[in-house]
């Protein structure tokens, strides 16, 4: 089991001129119209807990409005909570002083944002050497990181352009730049990529994940996009108004959505696409002892179903095996539970 | 009968006596005020009529070539603009040929004082603005005051207290020129894009390298219309104090209205138009410059 690199405990936010006072009624089953309409208070989040497993990439996920930004944002307290625990590698981020506060943000957090927020007065270098500037660090050696992280987002030859001359994709790669030349343990990424089209989006998402397996910081990753958060997320955080609605791996919710919400949301995943073969499997005791004497095909645990369905519907095989890269047998799968699968 | 028309007719107000008293007690403690602190007051002010009339004398001894040669290269470097700077050639050779030279050398240090010392305290002024909503609302009203009332007025007790001469004009035009400089200080700063903050934040920026590396950058563009608006008002300014005593070429203005010499008014209007038009679009092209970043052009 891996530790926890974040733990979110009982996280209270409600915005308005006197929010601590209203805890009691939250707690007391007041929802978030009924707050807004008697209290003139704006709940935004709603007695959160969750843990975040160190080098994970957790996705929280929710519709505008679901408090997820709101979430995030109390990571590195850039909004201060009304009552709870943030707690990263052990330690209370609420209850660090203003200074300790600048030193845990400049050294353990970075953040990439939805509009990008780069300095549009800046240069590519400049930004992505920002916060080196801020840690005053030695500004040699901030250009040589900062080139280092340019050339791994692919924007060698880009670093003396102003950020209004790059287009969007390319903006956001000075600010995943940006963000990884600090070295932070911990990447907040708000809807990072959702202001992006959809094929610079993919892109990116290929960029994170092929980085996150080199890097394997801790990330958290902000979406309202159930696919992005299925193809990204190791685990996933669903908040509905403020709420903690679902949490858990990836296949699990998408398999047994534990409330409606969750079930609407999932309904339209295109799960071929999603499952790997490692996530449907069985093992051998629950196969008849006919089926795994006859013949089965091969299919690759890593493998995602819209890969093998093509030759399954062809070869017509009773039961699929499921094996490693090294061609040793994981588990089992029958074409019964395939097709109940994807049937739903 | 006849009283009550009166009573609507005619505005009651205080007796005359006691309205006489008020105006009489107010000036004279003003002036007891002036009389008992006027000298130390003076002395405060001694620095900056040095730093004016070291501008003054340089301006006016320096030859006139290298004056124009000057600001011809500050007006090409900020509008890589060829007919502007023949433009200004033209113009600076008419006002000196017409014998304004000297003059429009008087009024051009005058409201190069005026906008450095007006840059000097409003900047400041309008960070500290920007930064406390108290400041805001304390120093908004204070800046509507002084903007409406009639710049005449506040000749007044500047005149009472200093006397006739460099300084209270300086004063005056200083106070008149430098709303816009705060306000639009202010307004520049909070303009900047909440996300950009917080950016800067994220990465554990103190309020100083937030200022210093996002704010203040940020808000250059809005800062140099500022600079702008203060160059004009303090342009417009420069007549009004020539009478108490500012020379210039705002004294001959004044002295053409009181003479009644048409051409002599016209002639030094006009040149208080074109030092208007050169400070203007030089102004507005530094001003220009330092956006470079915002288009998309490359650069």
């Given at each position: 089991m891996l530790s926890n690199k974040i733990e979110i405990k009982n996280l209270y936010k409600i915005f308005g001129p006197n929010p601590s006072s209203l805890i009691e009624k939250v707690n007391n089953g007041v929802g978030k119209d009924e707050l807004l309409e008697e209290y003139r208070h704006v709940l935004g989040l709603n007695k959160i807990n969750l843990n975040i497993a160190d080098h994970s990439l957790q996705v929280i996920m929710g519709l505008s409005g679901s408090g997820k930004s709101t979430l995030i944002r109390h990571i590195n307290r850039l909004i201060e909570p009304t009552s709870g625990e943030m707690i990263v590698d052990g330690q209370d981020v609420l209850r660090l002083s203003q200074k300790e506060l600048l030193e845990f943000r400049k050294n353990k957090t970075a953040m990439v944002f939805q509009k990008f927020a780069l300095l549009p007065h800046k240069t590519v270098l400049e930004n992505v050497s920002f916060g080196l500037f801020i840690k005053q660090v030695d500004q040699g050696e901030a250009e040589k990181k900062s080139m280092h992280w340019i050339d791994r987002v692919g924007l060698?030859?880009?670093?003396?352009?102003?950020?209004?001359?790059?287009?969007g994709g390319m903006q956001q790669r000075v600010g995943l730049a940006r963000a990884l030349a600090n070295d932070p343990d911990i990447l907040l990424m708000d809807e990072?990529?959702?202001?992006?089209d959809p094929l610079i989006r993919k892109d990116m998402q290929d960029i994170l994940l092929e980085l996150q397996l080199e890097l394997k910081k801790t990330v958290v990753f902000i979406t309202h996009d159930l696919d992005e958060a299925l193809k990204l997320g190791d685990s996933i955080a669903i908040l509905k108004d403020g709420s903690m609605d679902q949490e858990g791996k990836a296949v699990d919710i998408l398999l047994d959505p534990k409330t409606e919400y969750v079930k609407k949301f999932v309904e339209d995943v295109n799960r071929s696409r999603v499952l790997k073969a490692k996530n449907i499997m069985q093992d051998s005791?629950?196969?008849s002892k006919e089926l795994l004497a006859g013949q089965t095909m091969k299919v690759k645990s890593?493998?995602?179903?819209e890969k093998f369905i093509d030759k399954v519907v062809i070869e017509k095989p009773n039961l699929l095996e499921v094996t490693d890269k090294n061609g040793l047998s994981l588990g089992y799968l029958t074409s019964e539970r395939l097709s109940q699968i994807l049937r739903k | 009968m006849a009283k009550e028309t009166n009573f609507l007719t005619e505005f009651p107000t205080l007796p005359v006596e006691l309205i006489r008293a008020f105006k009489k007690t107010t000036d004279a403690s003003y002036k007891a005020f002036s009389r008992e602190y006027g000298d130390y007051i003076e002395s405060f002010f001694n620095p900056l009529l040095k730093f004016l009339v070291f501008w003054e004398k340089l301006l006016v001894s320096t030859p006139w070539p290298v004056i124009i040669g000057i600001v011809c290269a500050f007006a090409f470097y900020g509008t890589r603009s060829y007919k502007i700077v023949i433009g200004i050639i033209i113009s600076f050779f008419f006002v000196g040929y017409m014998g304004m030279w000297g003059d429009m050398m008087e009024s051009m240090g005058f409201i190069i004082v005026a906008t450095i010392m007006a840059i000097a305290f409003g900047i400041p002024l309008g960070i500290w603005m920007a930064k406390s909503n108290r400041a805001q609302a304390i120093i908004t009203p204070i800046l509507d005051f002084m903007q409406t009332l009639p710049p005449f007025v506040y000749l007044i007790p500047v005149v009472m207290l200093l006397g006739i001469g460099k300084i209270p004009g300086l004063i005056s035009v200083i106070v008149y020129a430098i709303p816009p400089m705060i306000r639009l200080t202010n307004l520049g700063i909070r303009e900047v894009d909440h996300e950009i903050l917080e950016a800067a934040d994220s990465f554990g920026a103190t309020p100083w390298q937030k200022l210093t590396q996002v704010q203040f950058p940020l808000a250059l563009p809005t800062i140099f219309a500022g600079v702008n608006q203060t160059i004009m008002m303090a342009l417009a300014m420069v007549i009004i104090a020539s009478m108490i005593g500012v020379k210039g070429l705002g004294q001959e203005v004044l002295r053409a209205i009181t003479n009644q010499y048409f051409t002599l008014g016209m002639l030094n209007g006009l040149a208080i138009v074109i030092l208007a038009i050169v400070f203007d679009r030089i102004s507005q092209a530094y001003g220009k410059r330092i956006q470079k970043h915002r288009s998309g052009d490359a650069i």
């Amino acid at each position: 089991m891996l530790s926890n690199k974040i733990e979110i405990k009982n996280l209270y936010k409600i915005f308005g001129p006197n929010p601590s006072s209203l805890i009691e009624k939250v707690n007391n089953g007041v929802g978030k119209d009924e707050l807004l309409e008697e209290y003139r208070h704006v709940l935004g989040l709603n007695k959160i807990n969750l843990n975040i497993a160190d080098h994970s990439l957790q996705v929280i996920m929710g519709l505008s409005g679901s408090g997820k930004s709101t979430l995030i944002r109390h990571i590195n307290r850039l909004i201060e909570p009304t009552s709870g625990e943030m707690i990263v590698d052990g330690q209370d981020v609420l209850r660090l002083s203003q200074k300790e506060l600048l030193e845990f943000r400049k050294n353990k957090t970075a953040m990439v944002f939805q509009k990008f927020a780069l300095l549009p007065h800046k240069t590519v270098l400049e930004n992505v050497s920002f916060g080196l500037f801020i840690k005053q660090v030695d500004q040699g050696e901030a250009e040589k990181k900062s080139m280092h992280w340019i050339d791994r987002v692919g924007l060698l030859g880009y670093e003396h352009r102003y950020p209004q001359q790059l287009s969007g994709g390319m903006q956001q790669r000075v600010g995943l730049a940006r963000a990884l030349a600090n070295d932070p343990d911990i990447l907040l990424m708000d809807e990072a990529f959702s202001a992006l089209d959809p094929l610079i989006r993919k892109d990116m998402q290929d960029i994170l994940l092929e980085l996150q397996l080199e890097l394997k910081k801790t990330v958290v990753f902000i979406t309202h996009d159930l696919d992005e958060a299925l193809k990204l997320g190791d685990s996933i955080a669903i908040l509905k108004d403020g709420s903690m609605d679902q949490e858990g791996k990836a296949v699990d919710i998408l398999l047994d959505p534990k409330t409606e919400y969750v079930k609407k949301f999932v309904e339209d995943v295109n799960r071929s696409r999603v499952l790997k073969a490692k996530n449907i499997m069985q093992d051998s005791s629950q196969i008849s002892k006919e089926l795994l004497a006859g013949q089965t095909m091969k299919v690759k645990s890593e493998d995602v179903i819209e890969k093998f369905i093509d030759k399954v519907v062809i070869e017509k095989p009773n039961l699929l095996e499921v094996t490693d890269k090294n061609g040793l047998s994981l588990g089992y799968l029958t074409s019964e539970r395939l097709s109940q699968i994807l049937r739903k | 009968m006849a009283k009550e028309t009166n009573f609507l007719t005619e505005f009651p107000t205080l007796p005359v006596e006691l309205i006489r008293a008020f105006k009489k007690t107010t000036d004279a403690s003003y002036k007891a005020f002036s009389r008992e602190y006027g000298d130390y007051i003076e002395s405060f002010f001694n620095p900056l009529l040095k730093f004016l009339v070291f501008w003054e004398k340089l301006l006016v001894s320096t030859p006139w070539p290298v004056i124009i040669g000057i600001v011809c290269a500050f007006a090409f470097y900020g509008t890589r603009s060829y007919k502007i700077v023949i433009g200004i050639i033209i113009s600076f050779f008419f006002v000196g040929y017409m014998g304004m030279w000297g003059d429009m050398m008087e009024s051009m240090g005058f409201i190069i004082v005026a906008t450095i010392m007006a840059i000097a305290f409003g900047i400041p002024l309008g960070i500290w603005m920007a930064k406390s909503n108290r400041a805001q609302a304390i120093i908004t009203p204070i800046l509507d005051f002084m903007q409406t009332l009639p710049p005449f007025v506040y000749l007044i007790p500047v005149v009472m207290l200093l006397g006739i001469g460099k300084i209270p004009g300086l004063i005056s035009v200083i106070v008149y020129a430098i709303p816009p400089m705060i306000r639009l200080t202010n307004l520049g700063i909070r303009e900047v894009d909440h996300e950009i903050l917080e950016a800067a934040d994220s990465f554990g920026a103190t309020p100083w390298q937030k200022l210093t590396q996002v704010q203040f950058p940020l808000a250059l563009p809005t800062i140099f219309a500022g600079v702008n608006q203060t160059i004009m008002m303090a342009l417009a300014m420069v007549i009004i104090a020539s009478m108490i005593g500012v020379k210039g070429l705002g004294q001959e203005v004044l002295r053409a209205i009181t003479n009644q010499y048409f051409t002599l008014g016209m002639l030094n209007g006009l040149a208080i138009v074109i030092l208007a038009i050169v400070f203007d679009r030089i102004s507005q092209a530094y001003g220009k410059r330092i956006q470079k970043h915002r288009s998309g052009d490359a650069i």
